[in-house]
């Protein structure tokens, strides 16, 4: 068991106090807060940074919701190999024989390529011009996933599948049909059966299209027309299977424990959950290549960790671990930028926050 505590402004440790100058960073250049957990020899501590909202004192509380954008692929993914372990799901079956006439290459795309991102599927997000005035038009609007499918369906594969990897939520939003077709519940109603409520995960939702984060949270932004706006109420429909939950650092925290230690999985899948494409395939942040909605990252001092990041209107987040789980790390930022501008200074001050923490592990 952990032992709650927080970083206090006269500890001499100097990782701790590096770690602390990162987060602070973050809100002079691009946030409006941050919150990160780290847990490390029994011992679990919080940073926080910014404020709660904008116009008001409040710090940013460290037990607060947030969306985790495309961590939900991590819930995902282990769902998808919870059926496999149950004989449900072939990883290496096409697509056409589960969801016939959704994908006319579903003949050539298999349920291995949609988790590792090799299906070579057209990401619809790409479809949609850039946040800003569009997101403002279309925050409360429900997208449906099958028609957000048929929008990449509707062209052709960039590449061959199983040829390399292109980061597509589209993939995601496929596999949560998926779900749907092999147990005849949502994916959102598996994941609540399958591991919300088996690990008491009472501060996670898959909000549907509900626009509120509930409970204590901290308030998200986006830059448009220069201008901070509040973007923390949206229907969050659009990123689906692919990033729509919400949930908490300590909530998080459990998943991952449950994770990497197998009470979520049988070691035959957790296997192929880590059974990664070509690291040279990747180009993302930290990134040793890409498993099956869980990927290894290697920190600035060598250290590896699997797990996941990601980002939506308002909000970045990444969890990580040790496979033995007993080094941990999760975060949320809420965000003030145009998402444009998240390359960049932004980014490499949020890798620099994560290898700061990675540092006190």
Same mark, same amino acid.
């Given at each position: 068991?952990?032992?709650?505590?927080?970083?206090?402004?006269?500890?001499?440790?100097?990782?701790?106090?590096?770690?602390?100058?990162?987060?602070?960073?973050?809100?002079?250049?691009?946030?409006?807060?941050?919150?990160?957990?780290?847990?490390?020899?029994?011992?679990?501590?919080?940073?926080?940074?910014?404020?709660?909202?904008? +116009?008001?004192?409040?710090?940013?509380?460290?037990?607060?919701?947030?969306?985790?954008?495309?961590?939900?692929?991590?819930?995902?993914?282990?769902?998808?190999?919870?059926?496999?372990?149950?004989?449900?799901?072939?990883?290496?079956?096409?697509?056409?024989?589960?969801?016939?006439?959704?994908?006319?290459?579903?003949?050539?795309?298999?349920?291995?390529?949609?988790?590792? &991102?090799?299906?070579?599927?057209?990401? &619809?997000?790409?479809?949609?011009?850039?946040?800003?005035?569009?997101?403002?038009?279309?925050? &409360?609007?429900?997208?449906?996933?099958?028609?957000?499918?048929?929008?990449?369906?509707?062209?052709?594969?960039?590449?061959?599948?199983?040829?390399?990897?292109?980061?597509?939520?589209?993939?995601?939003?496929?596999?949560?049909?998926?779900?749907?077709?092999?147990?005849?519940?949502?994916?959102?109603?598996?994941?609540?059966?399958?591991?919300?409520?088996?690990?008491?995960?009472?501060?996670?939702?898959?909000? +549907?299209?509900?626009?509120?984060?509930? +409970?204590?949270?901290?308030?998200?932004?986006?830059?448009?027309?220069?201008?901070?706006?509040?973007?923390?109420?949206?229907?969050?429909?659009?990123?689906?299977?692919?990033?729509?939950?919400?949930?908490?650092?300590?909530?998080?925290?459990?998943?991952?424990?449950?994770?990497?230690?197998?009470?979520?999985?049988?070691?035959?899948?957790?296997?192929?959950?880590?059974?990664?494409?070509?690291?040279?395939?990747?180009?993302?942040?930290?990134?040793?290549?890409? +498993?099956?909605?869980?990927?290894?990252?290697?920190?600035?001092?060598?250290?590896?960790?699997?797990?996941?990041?990601?980002?939506?209107?308002?909000?970045?987040?990444?969890?990580?671990?040790?496979?033995?789980?007993?080094?941990?790390?999760?975060?949320?930022?809420?965000?003030?930028?145009?998402?444009?501008?998240?390359?960049?200074?932004?980014?490499?001050?949020?890798?620099?926050?994560?290898?700061?923490?990675?540092?006190?592990?």
């Amino acid at each position: 068991m952990s032992i709650d505590t927080a970083v206090k402004p006269e500890t001499k440790d100097p990782k701790r106090i590096k770690l602390q100058e990162a987060v602070d960073k973050l809100t002079t250049v691009g946030a409006a807060g941050a919150q990160f957990r780290i847990t490390t020899g029994g011992e679990t501590f919080t940073v926080h940074a910014g404020v709660r909202e904008f +116009g008001r004192d409040e710090p940013v509380p460290t037990d607060g919701k947030f969306r985790i954008a495309c961590i939900t692929k991590v819930f995902v993914s282990t769902v998808i190999l919870q059926l496999v372990g149950e004989g449900k799901v072939d990883l290496d079956k096409p697509m056409a024989e589960y969801l016939p006439g959704l994908l006319p290459q579903g003949v050539q795309v298999t349920v291995r390529n949609l988790l590792q &991102h090799t299906s070579g599927l057209y990401n &619809h997000a790409d479809a949609f011009q850039r946040p800003g005035d569009r997101f403002e038009r279309d925050r &409360h609007r429900h997208f449906d996933a099958e028609k957000l499918v048929k929008i990449a369906a509707d062209k052709p594969l960039n590449f061959t599948p199983g040829s390399t990897f292109e980061y597509s939520n589209t993939n995601y939003i496929v596999l949560g049909l998926l779900i749907r077709a092999v147990t005849g519940r949502s994916y959102a109603e598996e994941i609540r059966a399958r591991i919300i409520e088996p690990l008491g995960l009472t501060e996670t939702v898959l909000p +549907g299209d509900d626009p509120n984060i509930p +409970g204590v949270h901290a308030r998200g932004y986006m830059k448009i027309k220069g201008k901070s706006v509040d973007v923390t109420e949206m229907n969050p429909s659009e990123a689906c299977s692919a990033g729509e939950m919400i949930s908490t650092t300590k909530d998080l925290d459990t998943f991952l424990v449950a994770l990497v230690t197998g009470k979520l999985l049988k070691p035959e899948q957790f296997e192929e959950m880590k059974t990664t494409v070509p690291p040279e395939w990747v180009t993302l942040p930290m990134s040793n290549g890409y +498993g099956l909605g869980f990927m290894p990252l290697v920190t600035s001092r060598g250290l590896s960790l699997w797990g996941h990041g990601g980002g939506i209107p308002g909000y970045a987040t990444f969890i990580g671990s040790t496979l033995d789980g007993r080094q941990r790390l999760e975060s949320s930022i809420t965000l003030d930028i145009d998402p444009d501008d998240f390359s960049g200074v932004f980014e490499d001050a949020v890798v620099d926050a994560i290898n700061a923490a990675a540092d006190c592990l």
